[in-house]
């Protein structure tokens, strides 16, 4: 059955740098595009970055543009989201999810705060 875990998330300054992963199993996870998003307190969950499966071709959300990174190791069936310069709007719970199986992990939290 797919599964996804992620971790990383944790109490940052602005500013201050964080990377999540998302370790996948239970599916072959190099054919498998792979999404992050992200839910704000009180707010809908919203798309954050997209990695496609052949070429690590990616595409993100204009407000992390510059200072977020999406990659994929497939040999450890992990992706991962380096996010730096965090601002405070960046605060939220931060999932992954495999597109086509329609699989999300259980999410981290991302705070960031002074």
């Known amino acids: 059955q797919p599964r996804l875990v992620e971790s990383g998330g944790g109490l940052v300054q602005p500013g201050g740098s964080l990377r999540l992963s998302c370790a996948a199993s239970g599916f072959t996870f190099r054919g498998v595009q792979m999404r992050w998003y992200r839910q704000a307190p009180g707010k809908q969950r919203e798309w954050v970055a997209t990695i496609f499966t052949d070429d690590g071709a990616s595409t993100l959300v204009d407000s992390v543009k510059g200072r977020f990174t999406v990659s994929r190791d497939n040999d450890k069936s992990t992706v991962y989201l380096r996010m730096n310069n965090l601002e405070p709007d960046d605060t939220g719970v931060y999932f992954c999810?495999?597109?086509?199986?329609?699989?999300w992990g259980q999410g981290t939290q991302v705070t960031v705060s002074s």
């Open positions: 999810n495999a597109w086509a199986l329609d699989t």
